[in-house]
């Protein structure tokens, strides 16, 4: 047995059996490297990753490679999902070595963990063009053996490549982003949006939920192509393969251009961010296909995702048997479910070739009934999902008996931020209760558990929070219960909200212009981290503007406000150069470009129905641009009101609306009608 048995990671208890001396990151192994002067084997992945599975059976449970590894090298093994800026660095590393990057990252470090050689998946005999992992490991450690100076030198050159990379830089622009160049950035995107399959580019095609909540935010200020590019997006993307029809939630990612045959596993980040794209989808258009889909996402994260304690697991693997899909698809006699299911009264509703869509077998999914391309978002004819309820109710039966794929139920706080704000927004959205009860579950459980000693931890599991917390944990989870905070006004929300901002800016102080990625002092990193690019997931950086936004409307604290524009100023040159990888900052942008409206409903608790009303009234529709808090005015209420709540009554015993703008607040509002036609109002549905 290896060093890996007390570790909490899943990926990393995935490999305590294997032959390979793994040690997790840390102070062990590194003096090891340093004292016996071996070169680190460093291999990085994560629980759902299918390669990493392919690598670790073939090659680390060899017992031929694992002699070569103990012997030459001292082998470290990290979860890219806990250490996101080990994962950064050492990518950056193998991205300039290589020209491409990946998992499973291989990669080959001196004792001062300076990278100097590196690749992906390598096989254990060569194919795909790769030499075998067992001749790599030879060469490697003859030259290290024997040019080992050449070696130090290449390292350091690397290293100082990885540093400037790293390094911040202002803009050459020094202006700021205007609304109108912002909006030529939305139009720019859709120059190369494939109108035929949805999205952007050929085969694999990843979901690219922030750049559709960009264009659906860039919809309520100019043409309403860009809404229909982003409707068109979510449609195509629900009627494909990649949504599993039977028990909610996307698969990761197509290996196709028409969404069809995905890449199995499923991740939490995806299914909260693509959850909120349908909720404002529905907000938008009231198409019920929208609703359906976004109540189908979240209830597969309630149904899968979800620990007793509240917390929701990372990811559900691709495989099962030892085979990829398997659990998803369907053969023609499970299809037919012993004439339980008349697959003909269907036929019309589902995609079901002769040649089946992946070796013969089927995935379950939609067949269109309509090109929307030719249609306006608002024409388009709603696609009900309810009516095929008796298919998937027992398909879903016949899948309960099959194996089903492992789940990584590290708790990552990050992704549960970006949940956590899905849920209540499908619950005000919706008017589903079930849904903000089990956010502030969530809420309680994150606040209790991976915020300790007045620090928050990155990952928990099995009782204990794991790996120091990043800037993306503070300014995420910030943005969440914030989120929260303007459901149920709640202040122990906004007081942790406060504490996390108020941490984030003093932790992650780089003395320059940005925030750095670790908290001041991490030791062990060859280079701070910036984390400044939009992935799979907001960049840390990304998410603390949009902290900042938040709490400077609801604390009245413009100087919040203007960090967040120093920032874009900043970041207005790599921005306006790839405008794809920055679309949480370009939310970001767009509403600081435009006069977001403050907006208070105040109600005292015998007008408390008719005011549920309300709040129900404005969820149905879509504002991007709004915050809106509801309070219920308590007689005699003492508690410690945020800013935006200061000074303001019910009026005449009713609901009353005041709104703010730019600093200057309107005459308030305090009819029905007077209320439900100011929401109706700035309605994307009437702005042609």
Same mark, same amino acid.
Request: with cysteine; charged share 20%; proline share 5%.
């Given at each position: 047995m290896n060093h890996l048995q007390d570790q909490t990671s899943p990926y990393l208890l995935q490999h305590v059996q294997n032959p390979v001396d793994w040690y997790p990151w840390g102070e062990e192994a590194i003096q090891r490297s340093r004292l016996e002067n071996k070169p680190i084997f460093l291999s990085i992945g994560y629980a759902a990753c299918h390669w990493c599975h392919v690598m670790a059976h073939e090659?680390?449970?060899?017992?031929? /490679? !694992?002699?070569?590894?103990?012997?030459?090298?001292?082998?470290?093994? /990290? $979860?890219?999902?806990?250490?996101?800026?080990? $994962?950064?660095?050492?990518?950056?590393?193998?991205?300039?070595?290589?020209?491409?990057? %990946?998992?499973?990252?291989? !990669?080959?470090?001196?004792?001062?963990?300076?990278?100097?050689?590196?690749?992906?998946?390598?096989?254990?005999?060569?194919?795909?063009?790769?030499?075998?992992?067992?001749?790599?490991?030879?060469?490697?450690?003859?030259?290290?053996?024997?040019?080992?100076?050449?070696?130090?030198?290449?390292?350091? &050159?690397?290293?100082?490549?990885i540093q400037e990379h790293y390094s911040q830089s202002n803009s050459t622009t020094s202006e700021k982003l205007t609304k109108s160049a912002i909006l030529d950035i939305a139009e720019k995107m859709l120059i190369s949006y494939d109108w035929a399959d949805g999205g952007w580019g050929n085969a694999p095609k990843f979901p690219a939920a922030m750049t559709i909540d960009f264009l659906l935010q860039a919809g309520k200020y100019e043409h309403t192509r860009f809404t229909d590019a982003a409707v068109h997006y979510l449609h195509s993307l629900s009627m494909g393969g990649i949504f599993d029809l039977v028990d909610g939630g996307f698969h990761r990612y197509s290996t196709d251009k028409t969404w069809t045959v995905p890449h199995f596993e499923k991740m939490l980040y995806d299914n909260a961010q693509l959850a909120r794209n349908y909720i404002h989808a529905y907000q938008l258009t009231h198409n019920p296909h929208f609703r359906q889909v976004a109540e189908k996402t979240i209830d597969y994260i309630l149904n899968h995702l979800t620990s007793p304690e509240g917390g929701f697991y990372s990811?559900?693997?691709?495989?099962?048997?030892?085979?990829?899909?398997?659990?998803?698809?369907?053969?023609?006699?499970? @299809?037919?479910?012993?004439?339980?299911?008349?697959?003909?009264?269907?036929?019309?509703?589902?995609?079901?070739?002769?040649?089946?869509?992946?070796?013969?077998?089927?995935?379950?999914?939609? *067949?269109?009934?309509? +090109?929307?391309?030719?249609?306006?978002?608002?024409?388009?004819?709603?696609?009900?999902?309810?009516?095929?309820?008796?298919?998937?109710?027992?398909?879903?039966?016949?899948?309960?008996?099959?194996?089903?794929?492992?789940?990584?139920?590290?708790?990552?706080?990050?992704?549960?931020?970006?949940?956590?704000?899905?849920?209540?927004?499908?619950?005000?959205?919706?008017?589903?209760? $079930?849904?903000? &009860? #089990?956010?502030? =579950?969530? !809420?309680?459980?994150?606040? =209790?558990?991976?915020?300790?000693?007045?620090?928050?931890? &990155?990952?928990?599991?099995?009782?204990?929070?794991?790996?120091? %917390?990043?800037?993306?944990?503070?300014?995420?989870? #910030?943005?969440?219960?914030?989120? @929260?905070?303007?459901?149920?006004?709640? *202040? +122990?929300?906004?007081?942790?909200?406060?504490?996390?901002?108020?941490?984030?800016?003093?932790?992650? $102080?780089?003395?320059?212009?940005?925030?750095?990625?670790?908290?001041?002092?991490?030791?062990?990193?060859?280079?701070?981290?910036?984390?400044?690019?939009?992935?799979?997931?907001?960049? %840390?950086? #990304?998410?603390?503007? &949009?902290?900042?936004?938040?709490?400077?409307?609801?604390?009245?604290?413009?100087?919040?406000?203007?960090?967040?524009?120093?920032? @874009?100023?900043?970041?207005?040159?790599?921005?306006?150069?790839?405008?794809?990888?920055y679309a949480y900052w370009l939310q970001a942008a767009l509403l600081l470009s435009t006069s977001w409206k403050n907006c208070v409903l105040v109600y005292p608790p015998e007008s408390r129905q008719q005011a549920m009303s309300l709040i129900h009234s404005y969820y149905l529709t879509y504002h991007p641009d709004w915050l809106f808090i509801p309070y219920e005015v308590q007689p005699g209420d003492d508690s410690q009101l945020a800013d935006i709540l200061q000074d303001k009554l019910p009026q005449n015993g009713q609901p009353t609306l005041y709104v703010c703008e730019n600093h200057t607040c309107q005459s308030p509002l305090y009819t029905n009608k007077e209320i439900l036609d100011f929401f109706s109002k700035p309605s994307l549905n009437q702005m042609k």
């Open positions: 090659s680390f449970e060899n017992p031929l /490679i !694992a002699e070569q590894l103990n012997s030459d090298f001292i082998c470290i093994k /990290i $979860d890219r999902e806990e250490r996101p800026d080990l $994962d950064q660095i050492y990518m950056t590393a193998v991205i300039a070595l290589t020209g491409q990057g %990946g998992w499973p990252l291989s !990669a080959f470090l001196t004792p001062q963990l300076k990278p100097f050689y590196g690749g992906t998946y390598f096989p254990p005999i060569a194919r795909y063009g790769l030499p075998s992992f067992a001749e790599l490991l030879e060469n490697i450690s003859r030259v290290w053996q024997n040019q080992q100076e050449k070696v130090l030198e290449s390292a350091d &050159h690397l290293t100082q490549q990811s559900q693997d691709a495989d099962s048997d030892g085979t990829e899909g398997t659990y998803y698809l369907w053969s023609v006699d499970e @299809l037919q479910a012993s004439q339980e299911i008349d697959l003909q009264k269907y036929q019309s509703n589902l995609d079901l070739p002769n040649r089946g869509h992946l070796d013969g077998q089927y995935l379950l999914k939609l *067949s269109p009934q309509e +090109k929307p391309q030719d249609l306006a978002y608002q024409d388009w004819i709603p696609y009900s999902i309810e009516i095929l309820e008796p298919v998937l109710n027992r398909l879903s039966a016949i899948r309960k008996t099959r194996t089903p794929p492992a789940t990584d139920d590290k708790i990552i706080l990050s992704w549960n931020a970006l949940a956590l704000g899905a849920l209540v927004e499908a619950g005000l959205a919706f008017d589903r209760e $079930d849904y903000l &009860h #089990a956010a502030r =579950q969530n !809420a309680e459980f994150l606040h =209790q558990n991976l915020y300790r000693d007045g620090f928050l931890h &990155h990952t928990w599991r099995d009782g204990k929070g794991n790996q120091i %917390g990043f800037l993306e944990d503070y300014a995420g989870f #910030a943005i969440a219960l914030l989120t @929260l905070y303007q459901a149920d006004s709640q *202040s +122990k929300w906004l007081t942790l909200a406060e504490d996390l901002i108020s941490k984030m800016l003093t932790e992650f $102080d780089s003395n320059g212009v940005f925030l750095f990625s670790n908290r001041k002092g991490e030791e062990n990193l060859i280079s701070p981290v910036l984390d400044l690019q939009d992935m799979v997931t907001p960049s %840390g950086m #990304a998410l603390a503007a &949009h902290a900042l936004l938040l709490i400077s409307a609801i604390q009245e604290k413009p100087e919040f406000s203007q960090q967040t524009e120093k920032w @874009l100023v900043n970041m207005a040159d790599s921005i306006n150069q790839h405008p794809a990888a």
